[in-house]
């Protein structure tokens, strides 16, 4: 089984300040992970996957993520904020299937952006 | 290449309807899955059909139904619309290849009165 846990439900940041989003992960298996994030009424568009290459992962936007086993984390960072940041951002795990639904999401946190 | 493609993007309808919604999935893909979405719930997988042939199906009564068409097209059917069903339904496409992201539809909002 395998279950993601997101820490804050929001989170307020000042434009210009570093985002810092965490993410713990319970896999039985070497784990996929993946973060997502969503506008409002939007579907969801992946941020960055991890998938057993390199622990650090650089994504799109400039948002990267690190990949952390002892701790069993993949906390999303960004050094500086900008308004458009503001969304909803998810991390979800896989089980290596492939497909959706090997996915597993959490609940996900609310990024407020404080200009 | 086309992203997924989600009809209608919105809907209302009244309690006790059927309602269906349709996805085409991005060519070449021939998995398509369903996630609900609600403020409270969060995302909550429904099903997902891979060639036709519903391979896992989530949580939910009977009245989520869904099939996939031979180009990969999918429809989910919800019938005795219950105000719970309202929610952001997403269609999920991939190739079910080795560690492939899943690409999400723009959803459809359907609001039960």
């Known amino acids: 089984a395998q279950s993601v846990t997101q820490l804050g439900s929001h989170v307020s940041v000042s434009e210009g300040a570093l985002v810092l989003l965490r993410c713990n992960y319970s896999s039985s298996v070497p784990p996929y992970l993946f973060w997502y994030v969503q506008y409002p009424n939007q579907g969801l568009q992946l941020l960055l996957k991890y998938t057993s290459a390199a622990t650090l992962v650089k994504g799109i936007n400039g948002f990267e993520a690190e990949f952390k086993k002892s701790e069993t984390s993949f906390h999303l960072t960004k050094p500086s904020a900008h308004m458009s940041d503001a969304a909803e951002y998810f991390c979800?795990?896989?089980?290596?299937?492939?497909?959706?639904?090997?996915?597993?999401f959490g609940k996900g946190t609310h990024l407020i952006i404080q200009p | 290449k086309a992203g997924v493609t989600q009809t209608p993007r919105y809907l209302i309808k009244t309690r006790g309807q059927q309602v269906t919604l349709s996805c085409s999935p991005i060519?070449?893909?021939?998995?398509v899955s369903w996630y609900q979405q609600t403020p409270g719930q969060g995302l909550q997988f429904l099903f997902e059909y891979f060639s036709e042939t519903q391979r896992n199906k989530g949580n939910f009564p009977g009245r989520f139904s869904g099939r996939q068409f031979s180009n990969s097209r999918s429809e989910m059917n919800v019938s005795t619309l219950e105000l719970g069903d309202s929610a952001l339904y997403l269609c999920v496409s991939s190739s079910r290849g080795f560690a492939t992201e899943a690409f999400f539809g723009q959803g459809t909002r359907l609001t039960v009165v």
């Open positions: 060519s070449g893909h021939r998995s």
């Open positions: 979800a795990v896989s089980d290596g299937r492939g497909g959706a639904d090997g996915l597993t």
